[in-house]
């Protein structure tokens, strides 16, 4: 057989394979991809927009909301995009919604300079006169709810004591209210959270920590036993289980 006949067919074996591999792993995440390297670092690190603009872009959480549905959702258009320098800027789009994002991995940041066709300012300080976009509740549940969810002993033994099993966590995953301002979302490892959650229409404070195979849970407290002028994060850590698991 001729080397070009070779060549052809091993060609064709090549691309049906890679063809393969992508059709069998497409749900997988490839973050050794440019277009997912972007858009993991993207998630990971603060969204800054100028903070004077801010308030005329609209309701802040509807804003959130758009914004991280292109983010999550979207893809990369690497032909409008400028990748050279330190700042580099990406456009992305979803559903007829775009963004232009300036991202520096150097200072682990990045900040809008385009909604759809609405320009805003900024200069190469990204953290400059900035405020941060926080996630909206429906995109961070979406986020974490094929992770697995992990309870220690000081969360089951309150869930214990009010009658409850730990999978009703999932099952009222949805009525999470995240505090972004009392949480610490971009802390490198494991950030953390404080959210309200609804247990049999009962409202709950918890304590829990993103990692990147697991949700922890680390505590809980009935909303009813918070007290004014204490911290959130204090009040939960002075909420001790009675029967603690050996």
Not at 69 to 84: C, K
Not at 189 to 218: A, C, M, T
Request: overall charge neutral; glycine content about 4%; some cysteine.
């Amino acid at each position: 057989m001729k080397f070009t006949q070779r060549l052809k067919y091993y060609l064709i074996g090549f691309g049906l394979g890679l063809f393969l591999v992508f059709l069998l792993f497409k749900d997988r995440t490839w973050s050794w991809l440019p277009e997912n390297r972007v858009l993991d670092f993207i998630v990971e690190h603060p969204i800054l927009v100028d903070k004077n603009v801010y308030p005329s872009l609209g309701d802040t959480i509807d804003l959130g909301k758009e914004v991280f549905n292109i983010v999550l959702n979207g893809s990369v258009d690497f032909s409008r995009s400028n990748t050279s320098g330190d700042i580099k800027l990406y456009h992305l789009h979803h559903n007829q919604k775009s963004i232009e994002i300036a991202l520096s991995f150097t200072d682990s940041v990045s900040r809008i300079v385009k909604i759809n066709q609405t320009n805003i300012p900024y200069t190469k300080n990204l953290n400059q006169s900035s405020s941060t976009i926080q996630m909206d509740n429906q995109n961070f549940i979406s986020l974490i709810n094929d992770i697995t969810f992990s309870f220690n002993n000081i969360f089951n033994c309150h869930l214990r004591n009010w009658g409850f099993e730990n999978n009703i966590i999932k099952k009222n995953i949805a009525s999470i209210d995240i505090l972004w301002n009392e949480s610490l979302p971009y802390k490198y490892p494991n950030p953390w959270y404080l959210s309200f959650i609804k247990l049999n229409n009962k409202k709950y404070l918890i304590h829990f920590e993103k990692g990147d195979q697991r949700i922890r849970f680390k505590n809980i407290i009935s909303t009813d036993m918070l007290k004014e002028n204490i911290p959130l994060l204090d009040q939960l850590s002075k909420a001790d289980c009675e029967h603690l698991d050996e």
